[in-house]
């Protein structure tokens, strides 16, 4: 997966399955959503697996939006 729309729709996704929502904006905060420290470990994992990025614990719990997490995978697949 390399395009940004491809990473951005597997962020969204992976989100929107661990938190059982229906609609997600980019500016949304995980933990204001109700997510919390193992939810976040199963983004990170799932997001490993379809992106093959690995994201730190620190940088998600940094940057908790759809969107600072789809420049951080974009920023390292590049």
């Known amino acids: ?27 949304d905060n995980f933990f204001f959503l109700g997510g919390h420290s193992l939810m976040a470990i199963e983004v990170i994992a799932a997001l490993d697996e379809r992106v093959d990025v690995s994201v730190p614990l620190t940088t998600f719990f940094d ?11 974009e920023s390292q697949l590049g």
């Open 63 to 73: 940057e908790p939006t759809p969107a600072a997490l789809t420049s951080y995978i």
């Open 1 to 27: 997966m390399t395009g940004s729309d491809d990473v951005r729709r597997a962020v969204h996704d992976v989100w929107r399955e661990i938190l059982g929502l229906d609609e997600l904006e980019d500016d």
